[in-house]
């Protein structure tokens, strides 16, 4: 897992609530079995007019020049500013991995859905929730061309450039998790004899769970 | 302190203790896979040099990219035109050789989406804790097991240590009260739930149903429930287990008998709420207020009655919520003030985890019975090979083709569109499934989201329709 500490980058608003990952990735592409390849699919359906597929590449597609990831001031951006409920629907992963081979490593909302939740701790991009206030106003400050912030994990912290910051909330585990970029399955299998006891009391108390 | 609600006690139970990091691991009794979300668990397993840690634990079908026309079918995964989807259906099976895992292959009767066929099979038992790399593994929560849909990094992370390492969830209550009426269905209850606290209602709780009309509900109606509490943003459903659960457990292959039957079910008896629990929310709604349900939008809390019209943007006093409402009905291309029974349909899809069981298979025949579709194209998937297997048993396929429905073979088919059953641009379906997103079924699709009677009806008007004016 990649691991997050402190990340400067370009802002790219969402203005959209309830934004699912049906739109972050579409279905035809969650075909592959690869963990790569997602990065030019991200929003696919509304980043291009024609509809796409797997292995249709970028120079065969037509870009959707209203959408807003599509406009040049947004190239390089590596922090998404969205509305609430972010990640709502399907669990596909894959709507983090194109998300992180697109370039965004930071997502701001007021809100996000559970299971995206998890999925972003486990691949190392950081999820920031901010009070709808504070969203509100990183919205109005994106309109200016250019507008960066500094992302610090370890202060819990967002900054712009003009000096004005909002802290916010992380759980002390996900936050050392995300700073060491751990490998959460070693992490759990530091645990094994305690799984393999309570498996072992487990079996006993209901064995109809382990019928073959 | 107050009692324990169903979820603390499964919560509970299945604690096995706090890793170094502060993280709960909660064990995991049943993992079903499926080919999309775990080719890449399986090759994170590998190049960790990792084995399962309790192979019988898990249990795998192909049901997402599965092609459900029969001549395409009958050659097995050899046969499946598309390539890419066929590497995907040939990698699952062979993951599930290399590890030993029991895998229902695409034309094995058992066969199915995955969450009808868990239940099916007696793998979906209450009191379980069940995962599967698909959202709405929530459907299993109607047996009173704590089921989660979970991502591909977390299947890899099961496989590997049996475990999920999470923070406990909040509780949450839904009350139905009352009773359905006729023509109503459990599809109709839990769009309401929906359309009442929106897909974010329930965000980091667990959702208990409770109240007389979901005890008086079947096991696949609390299923058709369940399924979608993930639509409303909870990260599982439950129902307590009353007769109709033990009725519906018993006798199946994996379920147990004998002596371990009177063990287990003595045991099941406790997986209900304690009167004096503590819920962190409550909602309730009056089941006989319901009308059939139909959505308008993008979005599954964006809902009207069907006897209603198309709501009108401008009315809502929300910002944002009027522009995610204009920004639906464009892609839908709905005027606002249209009567939702005047919107002609071009498809019709009776299937999908939400409503394709047995029961939804005969409430949607017994309308269709002796009519005629007037869409242009109408199908009807089932759930598994049992439910297609008992459905023609029953005679419910010939009901159907004689009304002009196709009858698939199983699979997810046209709720996610992975396949070849899916909306061209601009096409506009009446879908007992559970997801109106745009490009959901289509890049380009328009989904409206019913209960099987309603598609069934509609299918047969052409139009959006009432079941209960089709049935009179």
């Known amino acids: 897992m990649e691991s997050f500490d402190i990340h400067r980058g370009l802002v790219a608003p969402m203005d959209r609530a309830n934004v699912d990952t049906d739109q972050i990735i579409p279905k035809q592409f969650l075909k592959s079995i690869r963990r790569t390849g997602f990065g030019d699919n991200l929003f696919d359906a509304w980043r291009y007019l024609d509809e796409g597929d797997i292995g249709k590449t970028q120079n065969e597609r037509q870009f959707n020049p209203d959408f807003v990831l599509n406009a040049a001031r947004y190239q390089g951006a ?25 370039g965004f490593r930071c997502v701001i909302a007021p809100s996000f859905a559970d299971i995206f939740f998890t999925n972003s701790a486990n691949n190392g991009l950081l999820l920031i929730v901010l009070d709808p206030g504070a969203v509100d106003a990183l919205f109005e400050r994106v309109a200016s061309p250019g507008f960066e912030l500094t992302v610090d994990l370890p202060s819990q912290r967002v900054t712009a450039d003009d000096g004005t910051s909002w802290l916010f909330d992380i759980d002390a585990e996900r936050k050392q998790r995300l700073l060491s970029g751990l490998d959460d399955i070693g992490l759990t299998l530091a645990c094994a004899p305690a799984i393999r006891e309570f498996e072992a009391q487990h079996r006993r108390r209901a064995p109809w769970v382990f019928q073959p | 302190m107050g009692g324990r609600t169903l979820y603390d006690k499964i919560w509970e139970s299945h604690l096995v203790g706090e890793r170094a990091d502060g993280m709960s691991l909660m064990y995991v009794d049943r993992h079903l896979l499926h080919e999309v979300t775990s080719p890449q668990a399986f090759e994170g397993l590998r190049l960790a040099g990792r084995a ?23 050659a097995g995964v050899d046969g499946i035109a598309d390539e890419v989807a066929r590497i995907q259906v040939q990698t699952l099976d062979a993951n599930c050789r290399d590890f030993g895992i029991e895998e229902f292959g695409i034309n094995d009767v058992r066969q199915g989406i995955v969450h009808v066929i868990g239940p099916e099979q007696g793998a979906t038992l209450p009191g379980m804790t069940i995962v599967c790399g698909d959202s709405h593994t929530s459907t299993h929560g109607a047996f009173a097991a704590l089921a989660q849909g979970i991502g591909t990094s977390e299947v890899e992370h099961v496989l590997a240590t049996q475990c999920l390492a999470q923070r406990k969830s909040g509780n949450m209550r839904i009350v139905i009260d009352g009773a359905l009426r006729p023509g109503v269905h459990a599809k109709d209850l839990i769009l309401a739930v929906i359309r009442r606290i929106g897909t974010a209602g329930a965000t980091g709780h667990v959702i208990e149903f409770t109240g007389p009309a979901v005890a008086e509900l079947s096991m696949e109606g609390r299923m058709t429930v369940c399924n979608m509490a993930i639509e409303a943003g909870g990260r599982a459903g439950l129902v307590a287990v009353d007769d109709t659960t033990l009725d519906y457990v018993a006798g199946r292959p994996l379920s147990p008998s004998g002596d371990d039957w009177t063990a287990a079910a003595a045991n099941w008896e406790t997986l209900r709420s304690d009167p004096d629990a503590v819920f962190d929310r409550e ?13 308008w939008g993008t979005s599954p809390e964006l ?151 309603t598609a069934a009806a509609s299918a047969v008007a052409g139009y959006l329709a009432d079941p209960r004016e089709i049935a009179a």
């Open chain 2, 283 to 295: 909602v309730r709604i009056d089941a006989a207020t319901l009308s059939p349900q139909v959505s």
């Open chain 1, 78 to 102: 590596s922090v998404l500013l969205a509305r609430d409920n972010f990640g709502c629907g399907s669990s596909r992963e894959h709507a983090v991995w194109a998300l992180m081979e697109y």
């Open chain 2, 52 to 74: 399962p840690w309790r192979v019988d634990a898990n249990l795998a079908t192909p049901d997402h990219n599965v092609p459900t026309v029969r001549d395409e079918r009958v």
């Open chain 2, 303 to 453: 809902v009207v009655d069907i006897d209603e019209g198309v709501p009108d943007p401008g009315a809502l006093d929300d910002p944002i919520k009027a522009e995610v409402a204009s920004r639906a009905l464009r892609y839908m291309g709905l005027e606002p003030g249209t009567p939702m029974t005047q919107i002609a349909l071009d498809k019709v899809f009776i299937g999908s985890c939400t409503n394709a069981r047995i029961e939804d298979l005969r409430i949607a025949a017994g309308i269709a019975e002796g009519r005629k579709v007037r869409v242009p194209q109408a199908m009807v998937v089932p759930g598994s090979g049992l439910v297609k297997r008992q459905a023609e048993e029953e005679g419910l396929d010939q009901v159907f083709i004689d009304a002009g429905f196709e009858w698939r073979e199983p699979g997810c088919s046209m709720c996610l569109a992975m396949n070849a059953d899916r909306l061209y641009p601009g096409e506009r379906c009446a879908s007992t499934s559970n997801r109106n997103f745009e490009g959901r079924q289509g890049h380009g699709g328009r989904t409206h989201l019913v209960s099987p009677a």
